[in-house]
């Protein structure tokens, strides 16, 4: 067992050797990968590491960027942290990150072990890797075509914490996860006040059903997407699992001044979306109760977080600023970020649409229909000029989406194709500076080379 | 207006939730004012006191969670004879995705903690033949049948994420929906898409498939207006982006059609 552990490594160790002088931007997985061939429980085998420094991150939305922003925070507070905040989230990813923080032998000396974990996998990798705390930032409709329905993440998620028992990190003011708390005795909650830029939708969507009783839930307001303020109308389940208040709440927001408070205490916010607030909250929570950073500390650190391979991107083509934002497909609430950024600019602006078909395996296919699930109201409102719905076989199912949301079908062009030079046409033809787009990312990169070149 | 009155019940829209299928309650109002009725939709929650089916011309149930039907079961239990009357009457029940699993006779759950992976066995509505067996993972792709509604035959594309096979027996009374022309279908042996009896469709098919399929909104709205003796002037209206939309889709599912022979 042991000598087949130390190959696994050594073989792990030379490969992320050869990669970093080939290429630094690959190879997350590709040691993991090959040690876990040679050695299935390589991930058991590794010694030094305190069950109670390691946290899974695990959830639908916020897994890379709270595992970055707790990275940052506790790194710059001196702290050792073996992760895998590159993001490789399967556990061929945090053997990678095991093998680049461990010794010849497998012995770790680091102070933090902080884990990104995709939700299929969490059982998997707690089989092999003791650990004390798990944050589960939020489980919404995601990814169908291997999800399947929340429920079937929520299931998977619940058997890890019934099976091996830990402190929790839940999102107080997202029925599922909050409704975790019941699973353990030891739950800190994030959540957030109220905030400028909340907001709620009629009857005529869907919330969910109560995790407890299947009840309606009824959400009095959202401050993002499928989390606010929520109580089910039959058994009375409601935020923070019925606390008073979140342990880290975000109690405040000026979106103008980029600030908000945690627990009353001032913070920055490098990024002011919306869906950033849980994030903050959720960090804070973490280095505070995990490595007893002070609330303070953790505002100090934020002063110069930077998000990596975020989803905000822009190009500058002919004249217009074309502002790219990266959604999830299927993810409503992905879809309904962006919406809502739009949303906010009241200028004039021309709004360009690229869905995708699912490629992340075979069978690729086509979906769509989780745009159902958005609220147009304020797109409609803000002045859009145009919307142009692009790419091949979606074109026109995401144009007939947004129409029956309340979309101006005169506004509407299709054009169906993936074409970079034909879209940035379009996009010239349009006759408007101020341009939202948002698409694949590596159409996105196609875009934006193919605009270097021209200029 | 009123004698052209359409009521269209929303069964649980937040409990069976999943796949934006709130869409399809947008294309029954959409393509019913455009024939001339006067659509009608009210919710049906869990709780809903005094429900009666027979006042309604249209039930829609969309596709939920299994660990939900327990309380679905528990609420629509009391109504299930005068639901059965409902669907004998040649009024229309649609129910699509995993939803058509509780009108069957028995829903068997999977257990990872099982050695013969089966967990518990769930008694269904029994309103429908049909025994479900809970997948391990999940099979989600495009969906393309040839389907028999009203006397018509037609081709319908929608998505299939597909959470229960389901298995039909032989029965007098039901017709299946469709034939699969690509896509999994009831269980990926028998070739063969969900149930019809009389007007009601059980679908595995889900997300806004009324949306996308116009002809087959615009038979079951036509066949809501006959049942309540509402004759229905206008001629179909016309769908000219839902037709090409239905092409792009087609053209991409034949490419992968090709692409898997190919494989093969």
Redesign the interface.
Known sequence: MKLKFLRALIKGKLGNAAISIIDKNRGTNWAGEHAMLIDPDFLSHFKGIDPEKVLFITGTNGKSTVNSLINHILRSKGFKIVSNVEGANLDAGVATALIKGSSLSGNLDADFYIFETDERYLYKIREQLPCANLLVTNLQ?DQ?????????IY?KIS?VIDAFGMRLFLNGDEPRSCSLADRSDKTVFFGVNRHSKAFCKD???????CPK?????RIDFFNNDGMGGFEC??CGFTNNNGREKADYIVDSVSFDEKKLSINDVPFPMPYDLPYMLYNYAAAAAVCKELAGVSEEESAAALETFKLIGGRIDSIDYRGQNIKYMRFKQEN?ETLQNFINMIASDPEEKVVVIGFG?INDFD?????S?????CDFTGLIESNVKKYIFVT??????A???F??GGVDPAKVE?L?TSNEEEILKAITSSGCDNVYLTIELHRFEHMKEFARKEK | MADKRINIAWMYPDTLYLHGERGNLMALVRYAMELGLAPHVSRVDLGTKDFDPMQYDILFFGPGEISSFKSVMADIGGYKRSIAEYISSGRILIATGTTMSMFGEKITRFSPDADDGIGEVIEGLCVIPAESFEREYVFGDDLDIRAEYGGYSMELIGNQIQMADIRFAESAQYNRFGSVIYGRGNNGEDSMEGIVHGNSIFTNMLGPILVGNPWLTLRIVRAAAENKGISIEAEDPAYELEVRSFALKKEFIESKKKQQSQKK
């Open positions: 409709k169908v075509q291997r999800n399947g329905d929340p429920d079937f299931r058997r009857d005529t969507f869907v919330t969910m059903p009783c299947s009840s309606r839930i109308e039959n409503p078909t069978p690729h296919y086509i979906n229909f989780y745009a159902f699930d091949d076989a979606i074109a026109y199912d144009a007939i989406s129409i029956y299709v169906p």
